[in-house]
């Protein structure tokens, strides 16, 4: 096989996203650096590929990283793992559909997209759930099981079969993550109740 350039950008791209969400599971603050090297990959390729939104959407990844790096790194407190409330999930949920719409009109009438409406979905579910995550709102987990099955659908009718690969481990990591996470927000739970001293008498 040749080493083409949209051959290297995948393979730098696949390695620098799979480091990012394998150090995401583990909550380590190098989700965010490798995060960044992977958005400039993925953004540059996706565009070769007329996936406008994709490519779009990593500058929002680019920019949610660096807000990333910065917010788990404060020294003040660390985030504690929350979950959406009902009403956060129908503003979330109403914000992807006004989103995908949005977009997909948008590519569809500007571009040569020819996914426009599934390009848009993905891009704005994705750009939500990682805003979730840069907030670590245990919810970002489902949401991305989600969009990585349907990413594996896209990135294989475009050929990216690199992509493809990736987020088939993707579905994998996300769902251990959700369990994960899960797991770490029960234990922070407990802590908080034992380090709560009882009400005086």
């Known amino acids: 096989m040749t080493l083409t350039f949209p051959i290297i950008l995948e393979a730098v791209g696949v390695v620098a996203n799979l480091g990012a969400v394998a150090f ?18 993925a ?6 590929n007329r996936l406008y939104a994709d490519a779009a959407l990593q500058i929002l990844f680019f920019a949610q990283g660096v807000y ?17 409330t009902p009403t956060e999930w129908a503003w979330l949920l109403l914000a ?35 805003g ?11 949401l991305w099981v989600l969009v990585d099955v349907l990413y594996v659908g896209l990135f294989a009718y475009k050929g990216l079969w ?26 922070e739970a407990a802590a908080t109740v034992v380090a709560t001293p009882p009400p005086a008498l």
Do not use: C
């Open 68 to 84: 990333g790096w910065w917010a788990w790194n404060q020294p003040v407190r660390e985030l504690p793992i929350r979950r959406l």
């Open 96 to 130: 992807i559909g006004l989103g995908t719409g949005a977009l997909g009109a948008g590519l569809d009438r500007w571009t040569n997209s020819d996914v426009p409406y599934s390009d848009a979905f993905l891009s704005v579910v994705s750009v939500l759930a990682n």
């Open 24 to 41: 995401s599971v583990r909550r380590h603050i190098l989700t965010w650096p490798i995060g960044l090297i992977g958005a400039v990959t």
């Open 162 to 187: 690199g992509y493809t690969g990736l987020y088939l481990l993707f579905v994998g990591m996300a769902a251990y993550a959700w369990a994960e996470w899960r797991r770490a927000a029960a234990a």
């Open 132 to 142: 979730l995550l840069t907030r670590k709102i245990i919810d970002n987990w489902p």
């Open 43 to 48: 953004g540059w390729l996706f565009s070769l």
